[in-house]
């Protein structure tokens, strides 16, 4: 039902910045606590960062903290990642994922992600 569509990769040089997009559809966008994973070539797939359905709570993982921000845009149905002070570490496709609010174990396991965007950083 719910459809997520990233946008905003590329590439970039250490010490940059990006700003990644997801737009939401299909739903209830206050409906749902949402977020960024994120995998490398020949790695898991790793949380990065999670926002609560209504933008109060966030959540990053201690490899992005200080240097990302993760919101939201109910009014335009968005999500965003600001990715600064870009490391070559930080190479992965970049996914928006989403769940119901409120349901238990939010993660992998969510319902609903999207596509992916590229987000290459050279030394």
């Known amino acids: 039902q719910v459809q997520l569509v990233e946008s905003g990769g590329g590439l970039v040089q250490a010490g940059g910045a990006l700003r990644l997009s997801c737009a939401a559809s299909?739903?209830?966008?206050?409906?749902?606590?949402m977020g960024w994973f994120r995998q490398a070539p020949g790695k898991e797939r790793e949380f990065v960062a999670r926002i609560s359905w209504s933008g109060a709570v966030t959540g990053y993982a201690t490899s992005v903290k200080g240097r990302f921000t993760i919101s939201r845009d109910g009014a335009k149905k968005m999500m965003y990642l600001q990715m600064n002070s870009l490391k070559p570490e930080d190479t992965a496709v970049y996914y928006c994922t989403a769940a119901p609010r409120g349901v238990a174990n939010w993660g992998r396991s969510n319902k609903y992600w999207g596509q992916g965007t590229q987000v290459t950083v050279s030394s």
């Open positions: 299909g739903g209830t966008f206050s409906s749902y606590d």
